[in-house]
């Protein structure tokens, strides 16, 4: 498009995939470390949407959620980690056949990335998960010291347009 070619997945590029788990998608990101042929080794993250996934189950999460769960991208997935996950490391290789794989830049994995490790999906899920009084504005000011004390500033702009949309920020 524009005259821009796609980046040809090298060894080295960034990527994101997604797993089937049960009836929904578990979340891949990192690294290509190799490929051979319609075999793609990716060293990084596997991230399971707990959180949403049981949300959903007990009906109340609309269509758009289930979606995520069910297709997930790198730009909906943020959404599935405002409520609790789980994560590993992911070692292994994925069939382009069998995975969508799609690469990424390092931006958008660096801002998935840091979602996960700096504990993110916990901290919001708190906040979401208490009702109006002390306790939330407590975990409300622990997610704006974490945000005030994050290196990456796109994690950073992520994360307070997410805060914002959710109405954390208040």
Known sequence: MFGKKKKELVEGSYVFASKPDGQYQNIIFGVATGIDGNKVGVSGLIVN???LKNKVSQGKAGPRS?????????ENC???????TEHDTFNDTLDLNENKIIQISEKAHNVLDGWIRESLPELLNNVLSLSDGPERDSAKRLVKQRMDTLYDKNLKQNLY????SLKILN
């Open 161 to 164: 347009s997410v805060c914002r």
């Open 66 to 74: 289930e979606e995520i769960l069910k297709n997930p991208t790198p």
């Open 78 to 84: 943020i959404l599935g980690f405002v409520y609790r």
């Open 49 to 51: 949407p707990a959180g």
